[in-house]
């Protein structure tokens, strides 16, 4: 009935007849051209011909616009069936895909692996010893007595009163001169004037008989005094004998006499 109707406004028939049947002729024609476009070049689809050229279709050969300034130009994307859209644009740049590099979204599992251990550093070399540090005594030590640092002390002078109280002065072996002057062998230099300042007396220590002598100055002024008596002449020394000389008060401490002298160590009589 409709293809009546078409008839009667002035249009051919259709060959065929129904819708169905033409849709399928279509399609049987588009497929029989396939087929021939080996041979031909060309493909017959609904009844219109296209020639096969190697020219691209009027949309693709569009020119591209021109960049705008301040705006970088555009990159073309090359779609790829099997790849993704980072390749595709490493593909455009002319960038080489590094096969041990993979995208976000790339179908593999990364392997992290640790970075190559090089050989094993050689342990650091002992530092040499710091004379300057204390060291360790293995074994007996070894004492060295070849030479006196300074004079050798064989007894003291401590004050106990007077100016200077608690401060004490050495006592050498032979002939001490004892004054106020800091030139003085044993200088009772805290203060006191009237003390001399040039030998006010004498201390001596002889290393033959091991005994101590005081012997006073008696051209002085000043007069001193032993244990509050005052000599005229040479007086033996003992252990805590106190010597008065003007205000002061000294007590005198032997360290050589009769148990010990210098003269006993054998390393010195070398």
């Not at 009546?4 to 002035?10: D, Q, S, T």
């Not at 509050?228 to 008060?249: H, S």
């Given at each position: 009935?409709?293809?009546?109707?078409?008839?009667?406004?002035?249009?051919?028939?259709?060959?065929?007849?129904?819708?169905?049947?033409?849709?399928?002729?279509?399609?049987?024609?588009?497929?029989?051209?396939?087929?021939?476009?080996?041979?031909?070049?060309?493909?017959?689809?609904?009844?219109?011909?296209?020639?096969?050229?190697?020219?691209?279709?009027?949309?693709?050969?569009?020119?591209?616009?021109?960049?705008?300034?301040?705006?970088?130009?555009?990159?073309?994307?090359?779609?790829?069936?099997?790849?993704?859209?980072?390749?595709?644009?490493?593909?455009?740049?002319?960038?080489?895909?590094?096969?041990?590099?993979?995208?976000?979204?790339?179908?593999?599992?990364?392997?992290?692996?640790?970075?190559?251990?090089?050989?094993?550093?050689?342990a650091?070399?002992?530092?040499?010893?710091?004379?300057?540090?204390?060291?360790?005594?293995?074994?007996?030590?070894?004492?060295?007595?070849?030479?006196?640092h300074?004079?050798?002390?064989?007894?003291?002078?401590?004050?106990?009163?007077?100016?200077?109280l608690?401060?004490?002065?050495?006592?050498?072996?032979?002939?001490?001169?004892?004054?106020?002057?800091?030139?003085?062998?044993?200088?009772?230099?805290?203060?006191?004037?009237?003390?001399?300042?040039?030998?006010?007396?004498?201390?001596?220590?002889?290393?033959?008989?091991?005994?101590?002598?005081?012997?006073?100055?008696?051209?002085?002024?000043?007069?001193?005094?032993?244990?509050?008596?005052?000599?005229?002449?040479?007086?033996?020394?003992?252990?805590?004998?106190v010597?008065?000389?003007?205000r002061?008060?000294?007590?005198?401490?032997?360290f050589?006499g009769?148990?010990?002298?210098?003269?006993?160590?054998?390393?010195?009589?070398?």
């Amino acid at each position: 009935m409709k293809d009546e109707k078409r008839a009667a406004n002035g249009q051919p028939p259709q060959p065929n007849g129904s819708l169905p049947n033409r849709i399928l002729g279509s399609l049987r024609d588009a497929l029989n051209a396939a087929s021939r476009d080996d041979r031909s070049g060309e493909i017959s689809i609904g009844g219109r011909t296209d020639r096969v050229s190697g020219k691209a279709p009027p949309e693709a050969q569009k020119t591209p616009a021109a960049p705008v300034a301040g705006r970088p130009p555009e990159i073309p994307v090359v779609a790829s069936h099997a790849g993704s859209t980072s390749d595709a644009v490493r593909d455009a740049k002319g960038v080489t895909r590094d096969p041990r590099h993979f995208e976000a979204g790339d179908p593999a599992t990364q392997s992290l692996r640790a970075a190559a251990v090089g050989p094993k550093t050689a342990a650091p070399a002992v530092a040499a010893v710091d004379p300057s540090k204390t060291q360790a005594v293995r074994g007996k030590p070894k004492v060295l007595r070849n030479g006196f640092h300074s004079d050798p002390v064989v007894g003291w002078l401590v004050v106990v009163g007077g100016p200077g109280l608690g401060a004490y002065r050495p006592v050498y072996e032979g002939n001490n001169a004892v004054g106020r002057g800091k030139d003085q062998r044993i200088p009772i230099d805290f203060g006191d004037a009237t003390i001399s300042s040039e030998e006010q007396a004498y201390i001596r220590y002889d290393s033959m008989d091991r005994s101590f002598l005081f012997v006073p100055n008696l051209s002085k002024t000043n007069i001193v005094a032993i244990n509050d008596k005052k000599p005229t002449g040479a007086v033996k020394l003992e252990l805590m004998d106190v010597i008065t000389m003007g205000r002061t008060q000294l007590a005198f401490v032997p360290f050589c006499g009769e148990e010990f002298d210098w003269s006993e160590l054998s390393d010195l009589k070398e």
